[in-house]
């Protein structure tokens, strides 16, 4: 029984298209509640000692312990997005016009982009794009600025499918005058991991391939 809400929860999880590790952990105190009575049922009964349980709980940790140790080891390193932003502040002058898939480097707006940024946000809602207004009146002065342009991702919907296509033409690619163009395994990735979602006819191949052959790999 204490078992039973992880097991409903882990089933409808499981039939879902789409989804991350991370929604798992609703499960874990329930979990752990129902590892917890199935230890102290086979204490009363004294199916098993206390010294072999003790080794069963050990070898049971071991290997999340691993994983925790390996997973805080490659937390600690610095990441991909990080060491892109700075190979492009270090390599790449300031003012280059660069466009990015989402998930990429966290790089400065010159002010010209940040208004830019401002007039396309204002057109649907005069109150926003107060931040980047900020950002154009005040440029850090510690860090490049480039002509920047970010590919959404996902549009409204938050779906994986209503992925911003027209972005991975080659054709809009260099009507936009793009000197450089950055890419993510977070998202060219997804064509490879979703297929059913991302079908890539003919046309879409020449274009993303184009794409993928002409940037810098994050």
Not at 104 to 129: D, W
Not at 167 to 174: E, I, L, P, Q
């Amino acid at each position: 029984m204490p078992l039973l809400p992880a097991l409903l929860y882990w089933v409808v999880m499981g039939s879902t298209r789409h989804h991350f590790a991370h929604f798992s952990l609703p499960m874990l105190p329930a979990v752990a509640l129902g590892v917890t009575w199935i230890l102290d049922r086979c204490l009363q009964r004294r199916m098993l000692g206390e010294k072999v349980l003790l080794v069963v709980f050990a070898l049971g940790a071991l290997w999340p312990l691993a994983e925790t140790l390996r997973w805080n080891v490659q937390r600690a390193l610095p990441g991909t997005r990080t060491l892109a932003t700075e190979w492009i502040k270090k390599n790449v002058p300031e003012g280059t016009r660069i466009l990015s898939q989402a998930y990429g480097p966290r790089l400065v707006y010159t002010p010209g982009r940040a208004r830019e940024i401002v007039a396309s946000i204002r057109k649907e809602n005069p109150q926003a794009g107060k931040r980047y207004a900020y950002l154009a009146d005040h440029p850090p002065s510690d860090r490049p600025g480039y002509d920047f342009t970010r590919i959404p991702t996902l549009e409204k919907t938050r779906r994986l499918s209503s992925l911003n296509d027209h972005w991975y033409s080659a054709d809009r690619v260099r009507a936009s005058g793009a000197e450089w163009l950055v890419l993510t395994s977070a998202v060219y990735g997804r064509y490879l991991t979703h297929p059913d979602v991302f079908p890539r006819d003919d046309s879409k191949k020449q274009s993303v391939g184009w794409v993928q052959r002409s940037g810098f790999y994050d």
